[in-house]
């Protein structure tokens, strides 16, 4: 069942984005060669503790971790560790959310750690500007298929394809809500969306195949051909007038991320 969400109860969602907003804002201001997942994990941590939230990814279902941070060719659910050092040249997904006053907020960006090279440039803004394109479709009126198809054509068109097996969903008082959300499908498919409801939408993207599979850590998921991957994300609510990114500030301009 859908869930449309009361102004009061998006203004709260929002506090919540703009917390996930800050915490993924400082962690790529950290990244660099040589920082640790693990580092970058108990940093958001600690931070979301500090303004009285708990990280919403924590024991969900049994992960180890705060944030997912996932290397070059690894999609998502990649697990923190002292171990895992990025490098120059790596780019790094970080997929962050917390719980904070009964509701969560969910957003992602994949960042370069230095210098990366220009294929892993075009990946990055390629992804991203399909996440901004499946904003643009956040009307009310629209159906969930009109999100889905945007992201897909401008990824493909591009040469890059769009993972199957994971997929956006809505969001509210519980992580994972109706409806899924592919970033594959039809225009005019699909409910309809109407006030109120929230969407996390977030496409990931591979340079090679789209099939991936997951490791022996039953969590990190992989690009079966080894190609890399980017993974983008946003909470966007459905208004009267148009789309509401609930992971960053009102006043935010410009690129989604």
């Excluded at 970080?94 to 960042?111: I, P, Q, S």
């Excluded at 983008?232 to 009267?240: L, R």
Aim: glycine share 10%; net charge negative; hydrophobic share 35%.
């Amino acid at each position: 069942m859908v869930i449309c969400k009361s102004t009061a109860e998006l203004e709260k969602m929002h506090r919540a984005g703009l917390l996930v907003w800050e915490v993924l804002e400082k962690m790529r201001a950290m990244v660099r060669p040589g920082i640790s997942t693990k580092d970058l994990d108990e940093f958001a941590e600690a931070y979301t503790a500090e303004h009285r939230a708990k990280p919403a990814f924590k024991g969900y279902r049994g992960y180890p971790g705060s944030v997912c941070t996932s290397i070059n060719d690894e999609v998502v659910h990649g697990i923190p560790s002292p171990a895992r050092k990025v490098r120059e040249g790596d780019i790094l997904s970080m997929d962050f959310g917390v719980l904070m006053d009964g509701y969560y907020g969910d957003a992602a960006l994949t960042v370069p750690v230095g210098k990366i090279a220009p294929e892993r440039e075009k990946l990055l803004r390629v992804t991203r500007e399909s996440l901004e394109r499946g904003i643009e479709k956040v009307r009310a009126g629209n159906r969930l298929g009109d999100i889905s198809s945007a992201v897909q054509q401008w990824v493909e068109r591009n040469g890059y394809s769009v993972v199957r097996e994971f997929v956006g969903h809505g969001i509210g008082t519980k992580m994972h809500e109706d409806p899924q959300l592919p970033n594959y499908g039809s225009p005019g498919q699909g409910p309809r969306l109407q006030e109120g409801m929230v969407l996390a939408i977030e496409p990931m993207v591979n340079s090679g195949s789209p099939a991936v599979k997951v490791l022996e850590d039953d969590w990190t998921a992989v690009t079966a051909d080894g190609s890399d991957s980017a993974h983008f994300e946003h909470t966007v609510a459905v208004t009267a007038n148009g789309p509401w990114i609930l992971t960053r500030p009102r006043e935010a301009t410009g690129p989604v991320w």
